[in-house]
Nanobody
Framework: QVQLVDSGGGLVQAGDSLRLSCAAS????????MGWFRQAPGKEREFVAA????????YYADSVKGRFTISRDNAKSTVYLIMNSLKDEDTAVYHC???????????????????WGQGTQVTVSS
């Protein structure tokens, strides 16, 4: 089992940047594919980005590609999401998640993730 704690959200202006962090404790962090999801009011939780266990491969939703960067530090058991050029539509609660499966490289489906952080609010105002 692994426990995840999200942090780093806040209120920013459109065009600003933020760095979210997700600190893990428990089982070996490097055994999990890590993902970031977000949920805006009245909408379903959607995939944002994922990173392989080694950190060598990253995957992004089309809506954030080129603006967001996911990374991980396995020595610190932490995954990051650097968000640049933020837009109004990026406003949401952001959750990190851990997927223990080794059957595929990564998943965009929230149902495939085993553990979740509590979420951190990102609000972008114009």
């Amino acid at each position: 089992q692994v426990q995840l704690v999200d942090s780093g959200g806040g209120l920013v202006q459109a065009g600003d940047s933020l760095r979210l962090s997700c600190a893990a404790s428990g089982r070996t962090f490097s055994s999990y594919t890590m993902g970031w999801f977000r949920q805006a009011p009245g909408k379903e939780r959607e995939f944002v980005a994922a990173i392989s266990r080694s950190g060598g491969k990253t995957y992004y939703a089309d809506s954030v590609k080129g603006r967001f960067t996911i990374s991980r530090d396995n020595a610190k058991s932490t995954v990051y999401l650097i968000m640049n050029s933020l837009k109004d539509e990026d406003t949401a609660v952001y959750h990190c998640a851990a997927d223990s499966s080794v059957s595929y490289s990564y998943s965009r489906n929230r149902e495939d993730y085993d553990y979740w952080g509590q979420g951190t609010q990102v609000t972008v105002s114009s």
